[in-house]
C-alpha cells in the first residue's frame, strides 16, 4: 500500500506543476480562513460561498496561461476577477451580516425588519448595536403595505433593490464598453510608435492593461450612475404617483416613465424629435410594466385596480 501511494503521489507531482500546486494550496488555506472566519462572526453557514468565490480563480488562472481565446480576452478576464474577488465578496459579507440581525431580531422577539441603531461612545469608541423591534416604531398596517407594494415588494425595498441592481448592470455594461474603448485608443494612439525590445513589449502591454482598468471603472460609474439615476428617478415618481391616487396602479407606472423621460430630455438636451420618441418609449415602458404588475396584484389578491372597476361601474351604468 505505501508503494502505490508513492507511485500516485509521484504521479500527481510530474502531472501537476509545482507553481500550480503551490497556487493551488494558498488559495485552498486561504478561503478556507476566510470561511471560517465569516462563519464563526456571524454564525451562519451558507453553503461555503466564500469558499467556492475564492477558489474559482484557480481555474480562470490556468485558463489565462493556457487557453489563447481566454488569454487574448483581457477585459473579460479583468472583469472576472473584479467580480469574484473585488464585489462578490463583499456582497457576501453583507448579506450574512444581514441575516445575523436578522435571526438576532427573531430571537429577541422582533420582526425580520428590526431596525438596527448604532449609537457610538466618543469618549471611549465603543459602539453599542440597539435593536430595536417594529413594535416600538411607528407601525403600518398590513392593508396599506399589500395596497402599496409591486412585485411583492414594499415601496422603499423596491426602490433599494431596483436601483442596486440597475446600477450594477449599468457597471457591467460601461465597464466592459469602457474597458473596449480604452484599449482600442491605446493601440491607435501607438500604432505609430511600437516597441522594438523585448522590455518594450512589457511595459507596452502593462500600461495597455492599465489603461483597459481605468477605462471600464470609468465607464462602469458612468454608465451605472445614469442607470441608476434613471431607475432611480422612475421608482421614485412611481411611488410618490401611488401615494397620491391611494393605490399601485398601471397609470403611476405611466407617469414615472413619461417624467423619467421628459426629465432625462430636459438634462440631455436631446433633440425634438430624439425627446419625442423618448417620452413615447416612457409612456410604453410605463404601461407595459405597470399592467403586468397590476395583472400580478389581482392574481395574487383577487382585488382589481380603481381604474378598471371605475371602467366596469360606467360601462354598467351606461348599458343599464
Not at 450574512?96 to 438576532?104: C, L, M, N, S
Not at 422612475?234 to 391616487?245: H, L, P, T, W
Not at 413615447?280 to 405597470?290: D, F, H, N, R
Request: glycine letters at 8%; aromatic letters at 10%; charged letters at 15%.
Amino acid at each position: 500500500s505505501d508503494s502505490v501511494t508513492k507511485d500516485v503521489i509521484s504521479r500527481i507531482r510530474k502531472s501537476v506543476p509545482a507553481s500550480v500546486a503551490a497556487m493551488a494550496a494558498t488559495f485552498f488555506f486561504s478561503s478556507i480562513l476566510h470561511e471560517v472566519t465569516i462563519v464563526v462572526a456571524c454564525h451562519r453557514w451558507n453553503h461555503a460561498l466564500f469558499f467556492f468565490s475564492q477558489m474559482m480563480q484557480i481555474p480562470l488562472i490556468i485558463l489565462s496561461e493556457r487557453a489563447s481565446w481566454f488569454k487574448n480576452q483581457q477585459a473579460l478576464r479583468n472583469w472576472s476577477f473584479w467580480l469574484a474577488m473585488v464585489s462578490y465578496q463583499p456582497f457576501l459579507l453583507c448579506l450574512y451580516t444581514y441575516k445575523a440581525f436578522e435571526d438576532r431580531a427573531k430571537a429577541m422577539g422582533g420582526s425580520p425588519t428590526s431596525l438596527i441603531a448604532v449609537s457610538a461612545n466618543a469618549t471611549t469608541g465603543i459602539i453599542n448595536i440597539n435593536m430595536t423591534s417594529t413594535t416600538e416604531t411607528e407601525k403600518v398596517s398590513p392593508e396599506t403595505q399589500t395596497q402599496f407594494e409591486r412585485l411583492r415588494l414594499a415601496t422603499d425595498d423596491r426602490i433599494v433593490l431596483m436601483t442596486l441592481i440597475s446600477t450594477g448592470v449599468g457597471a457591467l455594461a460601461g465597464g466592459y464598453l469602457g474597458g473596449q474603448l480604452s484599449g482600442r485608443q491605446y493601440l491607435a494612439e501607438r500604432a505609430h510608435r511600437l516597441p522594438t525590445t523585448v522590455s518594450g513589449w512589457f511595459f507596452y502591454q502593462k500600461w495597455k492593461n492599465y489603461r483597459v482598468l481605468l477605462g471600464a471603472m470609468k465607464g462602469a460609474v458612468r454608465y451605472g450612475s445614469k442607470i441608476g439615476g434613471c431607475v432611480l428617478a422612475y421608482s421614485s415618481i412611481e411611488a410618490a404617483v401611488d401615494r397620491v391616487v391611494g393605490e399601485a396602479q398601471m397609470f403611476s407606472s405611466v407617469a414615472a416613465g413619461l417624467g423619467t423621460a421628459v426629465g432625462m430630455s430636459l438634462i440631455t438636451k436631446l433633440p425634438r424629435s430624439s425627446a419625442k420618441r423618448a417620452r413615447v418609449a416612457g409612456i410604453a415602458v410605463g404601461a407595459i410594466t405597470g399592467a403586468a404588475q397590476d395583472a400580478v396584484r389581482y392574481k395574487t389578491t383577487l382585488q382589481p385596480p380603481a381604474y378598471v372597476v371605475w371602467a366596469h361601474n360606467k360601462i354598467k351604468a351606461a348599458t343599464s
